[in-house]
């Protein structure tokens, strides 16, 4: 009888778990999109990923995160998310992620992420129409589509961080939240934190919250996060609230996984499901 008990507990366990996962299955799924964008004068491919508990027909709305380099960045970022919103220390949230390479297999990175032009790369310094694209174009466009609530994530990594930061200095609070990975603060004689001492004083409606993550030791000094840390303690406006780390043993990509987790418990530091 002791055994037989058992076996139904664990089938009962077992049924428990296929029904989850086949509803989880159900209800979250990813779609892959384009649009064109007048401001780029070219199609752009995103991907959007819906959580298990989205349904379009209810009055929830959800919260987006902006992935830039969705086509490989998303990968750590939508798992990662799934398993903290499952175990209830964030929303669920609709992740967007916009790809940066082509059809053709062309990436331009440097001409969409970079905000100045360096002859080293020749396409570089077109962040601002990125962000035109992004504010006029394409959230916008996610907005009409999904039930999106007003609150926004930018993730961005390496380059991708450095346009992080800079959209805040350059669109405060199209986003609420900025979480950049590693970001490339060395770019062009260290610019954006340049930009960063200049305009930061000035952001006096600014309410927002921002997270860097770098690497300790030598990369973080390198990379320019230490120094624009000394930027936000000497001239952050009062409502951005900012959170440096320096992770140990954590190389330029390893550094993603860590980055995505512990941002997205800053931002929901007091949330439970």
């Not at 027909?57 to 992935?67: G, L, N, R």
Request: hydrophobic fraction near 35%.
């Amino acid at each position: 009888m002791h055994n037989y008990k058992r076996l139904l507990c664990f089938i009962t366990v077992t049924l428990l778990s296929v029904s989850y996962m086949a509803t989880a299955q159900q209800n979250k799924y990813e779609v892959k999109d384009s649009i064109f964008s007048k401001t780029l004068n070219e199609h752009r491919n995103y991907r959007v990923i819906l959580p298990a508990d989205y349904y379009p027909t209810s009055d929830k709305k959800h919260d987006v995160i902006y992935v830039l380099d969705g086509e490989t960045v998303v990968n750590v970022v939508s798992p990662t998310h799934k398993i903290a919103s499952d175990w209830g220390v964030i929303p669920r949230c609709i992740i967007v992620g916009i790809d940066n390479k082509f059809n053709d297999g062309i990436v331009m990175r440097d001409r969409d992420l970079l905000p100045t032009h360096d002859k080293r790369a020749p396409l570089s310094g077109k962040a601002d129409n990125y962000i035109k694209f992004i504010k006029e174009e394409l959230m916008p466009h996610i907005n009409k589509t999904y039930a999106t609530s007003d609150r926004n994530i930018l993730f961005g990594h390496s380059h991708g961080g450095t346009f992080t930061i800079y959209s805040m200095l350059k669109a405060p609070n199209l986003f609420s939240a900025y979480i950049a990975a590693d970001p490339s603060l060395w770019w062009d004689e260290r610019y954006v934190i340049k930009q960063a001492k200049e305009t930061l004083p000035n952001l006096l409606n600014l309410d927002a919250k921002l997270f860097i993550s770098g690497r300790e030791g030598m990369p973080y000094r390198g990379m320019g996060i230490e120094a624009i840390e000394h930027v936000l303690k000497e001239s952050s406006p009062n409502n951005l609230y900012w959170k440096g780390i320096a992770y140990k043993n954590e190389t330029h990509i390893t550094i993603l996984l860590k980055t995505i987790y512990d941002g997205l418990k800053f931002i929901y530091p007091n949330y439970k499901k």
